[in-house]
């Protein structure tokens, strides 16, 4: 059984989608979320909330799901591998898709060290690949992992990501293989900065015919600054920041440097809309919400398709 929620929709119907992304507050406040959904409603098909991401404590991603809903926008639900065991993720499943959830992130999660919770026991009872297949068995079999029916299965449309640009290069195709085989039905991948790397790995994905079996929605971040770039390029792992990207913010004055990042973000994604392969675009404006209907507007991407 499937969802038919807005964002399988539009994947399905061959339009080309954009998602954004929310991350929850570290506190209770309604209206912060509220705040940053004001910037995306009617501007993307869905958007991720994401999982106490870097390892710090958040507002619960299901909990910001069920604000994102009354603000009339679709959530896509994040769920990391480090906080819960399989018990734990299987009943948030279903408790997420009765509460009007349908679409779902598997990740991994950023190992606890890197957070505000060092000496947190991480759990990893199962990785992203056995979660998405976790998902597509409650799904499409009605049962739990542990073989026993499910009296009302849950509907969800399933993701999960990918980062073309980890070490060792070669591999990282095979990877997503794994997830398309475990049934995946969306791939957002890491953001994007190499698009030559980009290109390479997409020509794979297409040669092993994988862009058939799943939607890829490749991952765009605005730049804000010289700074960020040279932080994401040094300090973030599994990240490609190339140095023409640096030049090219280098190269305006430190005032223009927003708009330049902006620029070549919406460079990146005219680029993508060619190519087809890639069914969307997955906008990581974090922190940066109120850009991203210019962003969009930009990237000849609004109005959204009504479906």
Same mark, same amino acid.
């Not at 958040?58 to 069920?66: C, G, K, V």
């Not at 060290?113 to 991480?122: I, T, W």
């Given at each position: 059984m499937n969802s038919g929620t807005h964002l399988e929709k539009v994947l399905r119907s061959g339009h080309f989608a954009l998602t954004g992304e929310l991350g929850p507050p570290r506190g209770t406040s309604v209206e912060a979320v509220q705040q940053k959904a004001s910037h995306l409603k009617g501007r993307v098909d869905a958007v991720n909330i994401t999982d106490n991401q870097t390892g710090m404590v958040?507002? #619960? #991603?299901?909990?910001? #799901?069920?604000?994102?809903?009354?603000?009339?926008?679709? =959530? /896509?639900?994040?769920? /990391?591998?480090?906080?819960?065991n399989r018990l734990a993720m299987q009943s948030d499943i279903l408790g997420a898709s009765a509460l009007g959830i349908g679409n779902m992130l598997c990740l991994s999660g950023d190992h606890q060290?890197?957070?505000?919770? =060092?000496?947190?026991?991480?759990v990893f009872d199962i990785d992203s690949i056995q979660l998405v297949s976790t998902v597509k068995s409650m799904r499409d079999e009605g049962k739990f992992q542990g073989g026993a029916d499910i009296e009302q299965p849950p509907s969800m449309f399933i993701g999960a990501a990918a980062? =073309?640009?980890?070490?060792?290069?070669?591999?990282r195709v095979y990877r997503l293989a794994k997830k398309v085989e475990a049934g995946v039905d969306f791939i957002q991948t890491q953001c994007v900065f190499n698009m030559r790397r980009m290109r390479e790995w997409l020509k794979q994905a297409e040669d092993m015919g994988l862009t058939e079996k799943a939607y890829i929605m490749p991952g765009i971040t605005p730049m804000k600054s010289v700074g960020m770039a040279k932080f994401m390029q040094s300090k973030v792992p599994g990240m490609d920041v190339p140095d023409e990207i640096i030049e090219r913010l280098r190269g305006v004055p430190k005032k223009s440097q927003k708009d330049?990042?902006?620029?070549?973000a919406v460079e990146q994604m005219q680029e993508f809309r060619e190519m087809k392969s890639v069914a969307g675009i997955h906008l990581m404006a974090i922190e940066w919400e109120h850009k991203v209907p210019e962003i969009a507007e930009a990237a000849g991407l609004l109005p959204r398709p009504q479906v």
């Open positions: 958040r507002m #619960s #991603s299901w909990a910001t #799901s069920l604000i994102m809903l009354q603000e009339g926008l679709e =959530p /896509v639900y994040q769920m /990391v591998c480090r906080d819960r060290q890197f957070g505000d919770h =060092p000496h947190a026991k991480g980062n =073309p640009f980890a070490e060792p290069h070669e591999w330049e990042g902006i620029k070549i």
